[in-house]
T-cell receptor, first 114, second 108 residues
Framework: DTAVSQTPKYLVTQMGNDKSIKCEQNLGHDTMYWYKQDSKKFLKIMFSYNNKELIINETVPNRFSPKSPDKAHLNLHINSLELGDSAVYFC?????????????FGEGSWLTVV | EDQVTQSPEALRLQEGESSSLNCSYTVSGLRGLFWYRQDPGKGPEFLFTLYSAGEEKEKERLKATLTKKESFLHITAPKPEDSATYLCAVYNTDKLIFGTGTRLQVFP
């Protein structure tokens, strides 16, 4: 049983395209996240939702738009893709929002923009 | 500014050669220090949480310790399957912020 699953795992697309990454968690958690890991392996938070409500919105271009249809799903849509968007995007979840909670990660989605 | 610094960046060990990884942090009000393991092509896998200075946690060949300024991940008699990147993280208010990791390679 995969706790946090995201699709697709690999995505190669051209500049200017729009793409989406889907994420689902079956842990019954209230809070979900999107993290970005760059080429230097630095992992940084982008967004967080708690029970479908956006609670963390880091300094991310507005070409990135998260959507949470329910608390088990958090999708990431990216418009007008740029070369610099190439990275690994991790979906994650925690039981509750706020400091101290353990965050569990999915396997990642490798995005390459050419 | 809250931050997390890990050292060394990379560590090569012979199988059975024990060593330690360091995670130094500056944060106003520690709300947990987290250790994760990340294998190539995979997501970070949770290992430990430490909440207060003096706390220790163990799992197989790994032992994590915490002081007021840093945490150590001790690896005793490592095996090749322990090869991975080890990440530590702390909460900055409600955001979990990560260090850049230590890439560990254990050779037979």
């Amino acid at each position: 049983d995969t706790a946090v699953s995201q699709t697709p795992k690999y995505l190669v697309t051209q500049m200017g395209n729009d793409k989406s990454i889907k994420c689902e968690q079956n842990l019954g958690h209230d809070t979900m996240y999107w993290y970005k890991q760059d080429s230097k392996k630095f992992l940084k938070i982008m967004f967080s939702y708690n029970n479908k409500e956006l609670i963390i919105n880091e300094t991310v271009p507005n070409r990135f738009s998260p959507k949470s249809p329910d608390k088990a799903h958090l999708n990431l849509h990216i418009n007008s893709l740029e070369l610099g968007d190439s990275a690994v995007y991790f979906c994650a979840s925690s039981q509750f929002k706020g400091a101290g909670n353990t965050i569990y990660f999915g396997e990642g989605s490798w995005l390459t923009v050419v | 500014e809250d931050q997390v610094t890990q050292s060394p960046e990379a560590l090569r060990l012979q199988e059975g050669e024990s060593s330690s990884l360091n995670c130094s942090y500056t944060v106003s009000g520690l709300r947990g220090l987290f250790w994760y393991r990340q294998d190539p092509g995979k997501g970070p896998e949770f290992l430990f949480t430490l909440y207060s200075a003096g706390e220790e946690k163990e799992k197989e060949r790994l032992k994590a310790t915490l002081t007021k300024k840093e945490s150590f991940l001790h690896i005793t008699a490592p095996k090749p399957e322990d090869s991975a990147t080890y990440l530590c993280a702390v909460y900055n208010t409600d955001k979990l912020i990560f260090g850049t990791g230590t890439r560990l390679q254990v050779f037979p």
